[in-house]
C-alpha cells in the first residue's frame, strides 16, 4: 500500500468522510499562490500543479488559483513574509532559505537523513502538523500551516574545471550551499561553502565565482546547470532540501470545512506524486547528464567513502546544540526523520 492510500482514511474528515456533501456544494474561492521555482522545476511539474489539479477536481472548480511560479511575486527567502504580509495565500516556503526563522525545520537538511524521498516526507508532515513537534515550536508561532511537503532528494556534489578523484580535492573549493546545515556539511568536507538561492547560481559558474555545487540532480536540469558542469560523485550524497507549501492561518481560519479537507486530501495526493518522482527518477537524470552534457561521473574510492562518513559525524551535533540550547526539540525532531 503506498503512503497516500495509508493515509487516507486519517485525511477525510468531517462531510468529506462520510461522502455526504458534493463538490458542486462547495463555496467557490481563489487563492494566491506563490511559488518561486520556475515552471520546468519538477517540484511544479510533479507537484504542485498535481495539487491544483486536484483541488479542481474535488471542488468541481469551485475552489481555483492565482498562480504566480519563478518569483513572481517574490524570492524563495520571501515566501514566509509574502504569507504573513497577506500578499500570497499559499507559498512554498523553504526552511533553508530563512534558518532564522525555521532552524529545526533544517533537520532535511543534514547529511544523508533523506536516503527515501517519500518516507522522510511523511515523517517530516507528521512532525509539521498542529500536534508535532515542528508543527508547535516553528509553524504555529509564524501562523502558517503545510498542506503538503517534500524535499528534492539526496544532493549531490557536481563540479567544472575541478578533478575531484578523490575527497581531498574538494578541499578549498568554493562550492554552493542552499544555507542551514548543508553549510555546516560542506565545510565538514573540506570545501568552502557560498550560500545563495537557485536562481543565481548558473551566474557564478559561468563567472568562475563557484567551483561547483551541492544540489539534487533534477534542479541541474531545470535551471540550465548543466553547460556549466563537468563532474559528478554519483554514490555519495551530501544533504536534501525541504519543500513546505503553505496556507496561512489568516487564509485557513476563514475557509470552511469542506474547503479545508479538499486542500489536506489534495496535498497528500501532491506529496505522493512528488515523492514518487523524486524516489525513481535519479537513473534517468544521471544518464541524461552523462550522455547529453558530457558530465562524467567520477566515484569516491570505498576508503574516501568512510572519510567522508566519518568527516560528516559531528554535523547533526554542530546543528543540534545550538537549537537545544533555546529549548528546540532537536533530538525528537532527528529521531522523528529516522
Not at 509564524?142 to 532528494?153: A, F, Q, S, T, Y
Not at 578541499?171 to 544555507?179: I, S
Not at 535551471?223 to 558542469?229: E, F
Not at 486542500?263 to 506529496?271: C, P, T
Request: with cysteine; proline share 6%.
Amino acid at each position: 500500500m503506498n503512503n497516500y492510500k495509508k493515509h487516507l482514511p486519517l485525511l477525510l474528515t468531517g462531510v468529506l468522510a462520510c461522502g455526504s456533501v458534493s463538490a458542486a456544494e462547495v463555496e467557490p474561492v481563489t487563492l494566491k499562490f506563490a511559488e518561486w521555482l520556475p515552471t520546468t522545476s519538477f517540484a511544479i511539474e510533479y507537484g504542485a500543479n498535481p495539487f491544483m489539479e486536484k483541488v479542481a477536481e474535488l471542488s468541481d472548480g469551485q475552489i481555483q488559483f492565482d498562480f504566480y511560479p519563478a518569483e513572481q511575486l517574490g524570492r524563495g527567502s520571501e515566501s514566509l513574509t509574502l504569507l504573513q504580509t497577506g500578499v500570497a495565500d499559499i507559498a512554498n516556503v523553504s526552511p533553508a532559505y530563512i534558518p532564522e526563522k525555521l532552524p529545526l525545520s533544517g533537520v532535511v537538511e543534514l547529511p544523508e537523513i533523506v536516503k527515501n524521498s517519500c518516507s522522510a516526507a511523511d515523517s517530516f508532515y507528521e512532525m509539521a502538523q498542529p500536534g508535532g513537534a515542528i508543527y508547535e515550536a516553528e509553524f504555529k508561532r509564524h501562523h502558517i500551516r503545510p498542506l503538503w511537503v517534500g524535499n528534492m532528494g539526496r544532493y549531490r556534489i557536481l563540479t567544472n574545471n575541478s578533478d575531484i578523484s578523490s575527497l581531498d580535492d574538494l578541499n578549498g573549493l568554493r562550492m554552493r550551499t542552499a544555507g542551514g546545515p548543508m553549510t555546516l556539511t560542506a565545510d565538514a568536507l573540506g570545501s568552502s561553502p557560498v550560500t545563495m538561492q537557485a536562481s543565481d547560481v548558473l551566474t557564478s559558474l559561468s563567472r568562475g565565482t563557484l567551483d561547483g555545487v551541492y544540489y539534487p540532480l533534477r534542479g541541474i536540469l531545470d535551471y540550465g546547470l548543466a553547460p556549466a558542469l563537468d563532474q559528478l560523485i554519483p554514490n555519495f550524497s551530501v544533504a536534501s532540501f525541504g519543500l513546505t507549501y503553505s496556507i496561512s492561518d489568516r487564509v485557513w481560519e476563514r475557509l470552511s470545512q469542506q474547503q479545508q479537507d479538499i486542500l489536506v486530501e489534495a496535498g497528500r495526493y501532491a506529496m505522493q506524486t512528488y515523492c514518487d518522482y523524486v524516489d525513481n527518477s535519479e537513473p534517468e537524470i544521471i544518464q541524461t547528464l552523462e550522455e547529453e552534457y558530457g558530465i562524467a561521473q567520477v566515484p569516491l574510492s570505498d576508503n574516501d567513502l568512510e572519510q567522508a562518513h566519518a568527516n560528516l559525524e559531528g554535523v547533526y551535533d554542530r546543528w543540534a546544540e545550538p537549537l537545544k540550547a533555546r529549548g528546540l526539540p532537536t533530538q525528537e525532531v532527528i529521531e522523528g526523520m529516522q
